[in-house]
């Protein structure tokens, strides 16, 4: 009974358990909370993914939330640029619609290499497009061209 008792304990823990996001910002030295960065940042991408896919002739959606500061100028830039952009929405925000946006599906991954050095990863429509970042002294600047898989 007591075994019990702890198996039932551990299932309910275990199910309260949040599962590991899989995409956003996961810098840790908050290079990219500064604004002119994730502005800098945003455009660079914009201007890769514009060459990728043409603006006018794109919507694109967002897999998961955009609260950053990366994502929310990625949004502003996006929309500025001309492209038609649907923002994340959980399933309980919008409970009357299951439908998946129409479009290209974006997602994006930002990570740290080193204390100066952040690497930024962008999927459309689950192709990946990345490149390394230096952030040192409150500046940014590509350290090399974009890296993408050619289907």
């Known amino acids: 009974?007591?075994?019990?008792?702890?198996?039932?304990?551990?299932?309910?823990v275990t199910g309260c358990a949040?599962?590991?996001?899989?995409?956003?910002?996961?810098?840790?030295?908050?290079?990219?909370?500064?604004?002119?960065i994730a502005n800098?940042?945003?455009?660079?991408?914009?201007?890769?993914i514009d060459i990728l896919y043409p603006s006018a002739k794109t919507t694109?959606?967002?897999?998961?939330e955009t609260a950053d500061k990366f994502g929310t100028a990625l949004v502003k830039n996006m929309r500025e640029f001309g492209y038609g952009v649907t923002?994340?929405?959980?399933p309980e925000d919008d409970l009357e619609?299951?439908?998946?946006p129409?479009?290209?599906?974006?997602?994006?991954?930002?990570d740290h290499l080193s204390d100066k050095q952040i690497i930024i990863t962008i999927f459309v429509n689950q192709k990946p497009i990345s490149r390394l970042y230096d952030t040192s002294?409150?500046?940014?600047?590509?350290?090399?061209?974009?890296?993408?898989?050619a289907s």
């Open 97 to 100: 619609n299951t439908t998946t």
């Open 102 to 110: 129409s479009g290209l599906s974006v997602a994006y991954i930002i």
């Open 60 to 64: 694109l959606y967002f897999k998961h």
């Open 40 to 48: 800098f940042l945003a455009k660079d991408v914009i201007n890769q």
């Open 87 to 90: 923002e994340f929405s959980t």
């Open 137 to 149: 002294q409150e500046n940014v600047r590509p350290l090399g061209e974009w890296a993408y898989l």
């Open 18 to 36: 949040k599962a590991p996001k899989q995409f956003g910002d996961f810098t840790t030295n908050n290079a990219v909370n500064n604004s002119y």
């Open 1 to 12: 009974m007591k075994h019990l008792v702890i198996l039932i304990l551990l299932v309910i």
